[in-house]
Structures are given as C-alpha cells and as structure tokens.
C-alpha cells in the first residue's frame, strides 16, 4: 500500500535531525526518502536503532575500531557495514558524536529508478523484493564499502530527504531481527499498512 502522497518538494534532513537519541530518530526516519544521485529513491518502511554502549548488538559497544570509527562520528554520516560474508547494510549515524549511535535503515518502498534497481538487482521478480531488506535495499541502491562514512546532510551521492510525508502516527514496534544479543529490545519500527518491510 502506497503512503501519503509528497505534500512538498523534498528537502535534506538537516544534522540537528540526526543529532538525537536513536530511538527518537528511528521512527521518525519512517516514510522519508533515501536518494541516490543517479535519481534512484525509495520511501522508508522500516528501521532499527542501534545504541552505542548502551546496547550490545550495536558494533559500537565495545568501542571504536576501524569498522566502527564512522558510528562515533558527527551525526548525520552513512555507516556502511560487510555481514555475512555476503552483504552491505546502511546505516545513518545519529546521536552526539562520540556515542556510537546508529539507524539501520532495513526497507524501502520503491519510488524512482527502478529500472536501475532492477538492473542491479535481476532475481527480483516484482518491486516489492527490490528494497525488502537491508541488504537488498543496498543492493538495489548499489552502496558498497566505498560509501562508508559520506556525509548525507551536505554530500552529493546519498541522501535523506523530506518531502512533507509524516511519519505514521502508528508505526509497528518490535524487537529487532536477526540478532543474538540484545534480542529483547523492541527498537525496530516500520509502517503497518506496508507491503514492502522485509518481515511482518
């Protein structure tokens, strides 16, 4: 099911946005739009908060090191990581710098060059599986490795937008996915009505 409709031409999230507690900046990442430079977009459907050393599933908790350098960054920054031998996952750094916060961004909706997700991701069959998890939404966005640590208030290959569309009034709220730590927290959110989160 489709959100609300633009309401205006969108704008980046400016860093006082990032600059927050994670689990206030989760949800209400919910329905913006994550845009590449080449016009691919999708609307975001689904997050989890990760929270420094607070929070044992967070790469964070035990401090920095050269993976984790960019999470105890300024805000506002991506937060690209390897898993499973396999994937990218993206994240975008949030709290005071030093903190070690993060936002994995686990689903898009879709909504702008899809012929080039599509391109880049062929076994999907349907634009539902385009964006339908976090290493499928990179995938189809083509991050890598080499976007670790891109500046999404003022740089020119990714970005957070706003486009009027608020965030829902009742997004779900579940533990997060996937891990073996910290398997109680409820720090996931995404949108009910859509069809495009990677698990109900």
Not at 82 to 93: D, E, K, L, P
Not at 102 to 121: E, F, K, S
Not at 162 to 170: I, L, N, S, W
């Amino acid at each position: 099911m489709a959100v609300m409709a633009a309401s205006r031409k969108p704008k980046r999230l400016p860093r006082s946005f990032y600059n927050r507690d994670p689990l206030i900046v989760a949800p209400e990442l919910l329905n913006k739009l994550f845009r590449g430079h080449d016009g691919r977009a999708g609307r975001i459907v689904e997050v989890e908060a990760y929270r420094g050393g607070g929070d044992p599933a967070a790469h964070s908790f035990r401090g920095v090191t050269p993976r984790t350098e960019v999470m105890f960054g300024r805000p506002g920054h991506l937060y690209v990581y390897f898993t499973y031998g396999m994937h990218w996952c993206a994240n975008a750094v949030c709290g005071p710098q030093g903190a070690g916060n993060a936002v994995l961004i686990r689903a898009l909706q879709p909504i702008a060059g899809l012929d080039l997700m599509y391109a880049a991701r062929p076994l999907a069959k349907h634009d539902r599986q385009l964006c339908n998890g976090p290493a499928c939404l990179t995938q189809a966005m083509s991050i890598t490795k080499l976007h670790n640590g891109i500046d999404l208030v003022s740089g020119d290959a990714y970005a957070l937008l706003d486009d009027g569309t608020p965030p829902p009034a009742r997004p779900l709220q579940t533990t997060r996915i996937g891990l073996a730590k910290a398997t109680d927290y409820p720090w996931r959110w995404y949108v009910q009505e859509s069809a495009y989160v990677s698990k109900k």
